[in-house]
């Protein structure tokens, strides 16, 4: 059997909410009930526990606010658990937020440089690959890559974070709704590039609301509900579950 690559242990983390926040109304309405602490404390995921084997392919399922993305933050080291213990074997590729990180006074090309450097790739690296990457990226952004950031539109961003991320070597990949950024063209462009991620045996989490996106790319599926990992199984499965529960 393959080695385990993340290993989760009861997970689990508490946040405070912001005073401020609880009269959005995503809070009103999505969340009204469940998080009705005095002092503005809430687990949005508690009691996880599951292993996913050097490459498997996982898709998260869940409605709005029910701990997807704080999930891919605890993968990826970003958040720290309050409860429990998870482990990574591996470096991780967030596929997150993808122009996080750019400096808007940098231009494209400084950007390329500064960001797959914080990555851990050499700029050598960078360099030999840098035509690969920004043709990549796509036209507009291969004639604008001496401009500053700045002036690029979100999804020329988005281009460019996909292109240098898709670049890393790190055998696991965290992906937050990638494929709902971008026109067509790019989308196909993402998928050829996850389809040959996976076929290099890469490890996928991928949390996403498309289904088409789901049985597409992962066997297997977790699906939370407020917090709690419902069902682990196979992608199927747990779609299963998301749906019986949006149904009732
Ligand atoms: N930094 C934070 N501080 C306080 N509360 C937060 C913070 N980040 C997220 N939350 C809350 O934690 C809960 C879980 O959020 P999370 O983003 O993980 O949900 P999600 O399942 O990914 O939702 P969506 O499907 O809308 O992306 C939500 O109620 C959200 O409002």
Redesign the pocket.
Known sequence: MAEKIIEADGLGIR????RR?QLRL??LF??RGR?TGDDGR?W??RDLTFTVRAGETVGVI??????????L?LIAGVLIPDEGAIRVSGDVAPLLELSAGFSSDLTGRENLYLVGGLHGLSSAYLKRHFDEIVSFAGEQVERAIDSSVRHYSSGMKVRLGFAIISHLPHPILLM??VTAVGDAEFRQRCYATIDRLLGEGRTLVL?S?NENDLTRFCRRGFY?DA?RLIVDGTIDEALAAYHGAVER
């Open positions: 946040f405070v909410r912001n926040r995503r809070e999505i969340h998080r809430f949005p995921l869940g409605r709005n606010g029910t701990g997807k993305s704080t999930l933050r937050d709704e949390v609301h939370l917090g």
